[in-house]
C-alpha cells in the first residue's frame, strides 16, 4: 500500500485540531516550567515592560527654571483666587502666597537638610559636653571649633 501524497480535508481538520488541542499546551508548560521563558515572552528592547520612569534631578542639579516655577506659581494662584472670588470667599494675597511657597521650595532638601541637621545635633553635643566640663570644673570648649572637629572626625577628613 503506497502511502497517500495529499491529505483530505478531514484529516486536515484533524491535524490541526491534535495542534491545537494537544501540542500548543504542551510547548506553553514546556516554556513555564524549564526555562522560565513565559515571564520573558514579548519582551525585549521595545517592549512596554521595560520602560523605566524619568530620571529625576538630582540634590545638586535644577529640574525647572526658578523664573518659570515662580511664573507657574503666581499663575496658579491666581487662579485660586479667582475661584474663591467666583465663589464670594475672600481671595488671597497671590505674591504673598507665592513669596512663602517659593522661599519653602529653597530651603535645603536632601543631603543638604541632613548635613544642617548632622551639624545641630553635632553642635548640642559640644554644648553638653561643655556644660559637664563646667561642673568637674574644666576649661569649656570652643563650641564652633570643636563641632567642626567632630564633624571632620565624623566624615573621615581631616
Given amino acids: 500500500m503506497d502511502p497517500p501524497t495529499a491529505l483530505t480535508a478531514l484529516q486536515k481538520g484533524a491535524a490541526v485540531l491534535a495542534f491545537t488541542g494537544l501540542v500548543a499546551p504542551l510547548i506553553g508548560l514546556l516554556l513555564k516550567r524549564v526555562s522560565g521563558g513565559w515571564e520573558t515572552m514579548g ?25 518659570i516655577q515662580a511664573a507657574e506659581v503666581r499663575q496658579m494662584l491666581a487662579a485660586k483666587a479667582e475661584r474663591q472670588r467666583q465663589r464670594g470667599e475672600s481671595p488671597l494675597d497671590v505674591e504673598a ?20 541637621e548632622l551639624r545641630a545635633e553635632v553642635r548640642q553635643l559640644v554644648l553638653a559636653r ?29
Fill in 130 to 158: 561643655n556644660e559637664r566640663r563646667m561642673r568637674k570644673g574644666l576649661e569649656p570648649l570652643d563650641v564652633e571649633a570643636e563641632t567642626e572637629r567632630q564633624l571632620a572626625d565624623l566624615i573621615g577628613s581631616d
Fill in 97 to 116: 502666597e507665592a513669596e512663602r511657597l517659593l522661599a519653602a521650595a529653597e530651603k535645603p532638601r536632601g543631603a543638604e537638610a541632613m548635613d544642617a
Fill in 43 to 67: 519582551g525585549g528592547p521595545f517592549a512596554i515592560l521595560n520602560e523605566r520612569p524619568q530620571r529625576r534631578a538630582g540634590p545638586g542639579e535644577q529640574a525647572v527654571d526658578p523664573a
